[in-house]
Nanobody, 118 residues
Framework: QVQVVESGGGLVQAGGSLRLSCAAS????????MGWYRQIPGKQRELVAS???????YYADFVKGRFTVSRLRFKNTLSLQMDSLKPEDPGAYSC????????????WGQGTQVPVSS
């Protein structure tokens, strides 16, 4: 069974930086895509950034130029470097790992809170 565990959340001041990490364990198969999503109360979960096993990355418009997603090659570990944090960046950030071969499916971590003080 694949388990996804995040770490690195915590209170940070606006303008500051934070690094989130994620690891998917329980399989030797590489995830096709890993990504970070954000959940804000009252809103749908949204994709923040993702990266494929070929290092193709995607960023939501509101984080472009500020956040950097990275992944160790051939590893199911993911990081999100969050710089120049804004007061509108807070939320529950969750890591997702998507496998296209067994263990096929989407796997989610519990999420980590990222509060930003202004």
């Amino acid at each position: 069974q694949v388990q996804v565990v995040e770490s690195g959340g915590g209170l940070v001041q606006a303008g500051g930086s934070l690094r989130l990490s994620c690891a998917a364990s329980g399989t030797l198969i590489g995830a096709k895509t890993m990504g970070w999503y954000r959940q804000i109360p009252g809103k749908q979960r949204e994709l923040v950034a993702s990266i494929t096993n070929r290092d193709d990355s995607y960023y939501a418009d509101f984080v472009k130029g500020r956040f950097t997603v990275s992944r160790l090659r051939f590893k199911n570990t993911l990081s999100l470097q969050m710089d120049s944090l804004k007061p509108e960046d807070p939320g529950a950030y969750s890591c997702n790992a998507r496998f296209i071969v067994e263990p096929k499916g989407h796997y989610w971590g519990q999420g980590t809170q990222v509060p930003v003080s202004s």
